[in-house]
């Protein structure tokens, strides 16, 4: 092949261009790259942190919900043993408040025994001077002989 004067020429043409592009294109086109790189690197990076970050809440969010129904659970169980408590300390005073009342009838019950039973005291006697009137046939004085009628009223 035959190298003439035009090849030369654009061969130094060539070279001007070449060192012109790298003096003064290249080094904004390198560093515009770098940049462009190294603003990717670092939304990559913080891509990577957001979902770390996203992962972590989650386990947070799901171990706060847990305690929370932990939590719920635990006071549910003491609302149920307190309602539990309530209900017998209800039952025990009402047992109380039954045995109470059945003591106050008792005791009333015993009063009217004891009442009747007087009267009863009271009839007989009457009934035994009326019969040892008719008997005797002769008029009994209650005053004179009501050491006689208390003494057979305490042995009835």
């Known amino acids: 092949m035959n190298m003439n004067l035009t090849m030369l020429g654009q061969l130094i043409a060539f070279a001007i261009f070449v060192w012109f592009c790298m003096k003064f294109v290249w080094p904004p086109l390198t560093s515009a790259m ?10 990559l990076d913080a891509a990577n942190r957001a979902e770390r970050d996203l992962e972590l809440a989650q386990e947070k969010a799901i171990s706060e919900l847990r305690e929370s129904k932990e939590k719920a659970a635990e006071i549910i169980e003491q609302a149920n043993k307190r309602a539990n408590q309530i209900i017998d300390e209800a039952k025990e005073t009402a047992r109380a408040e039954g045995d109470r009342l059945v003591a106050a009838a008792q005791a009333e019950v015993e009063q009217e025994v004891n009442r009747a039973k ?14 040892a009137t008719k008997i005797l046939s002769k008029s009994v004085d209650a005053s004179a002989h009501a050491d006689l009628l208390n003494q057979l009223t305490e042995e009835l």
């Open 34 to 43: 770098q940049e462009r790189v190294k603003k990717i690197a670092d939304g």
């Open 118 to 131: 007087e009267v009863l005291r009271k009839q007989v006697s009457e009934l035994a001077v009326a019969g």
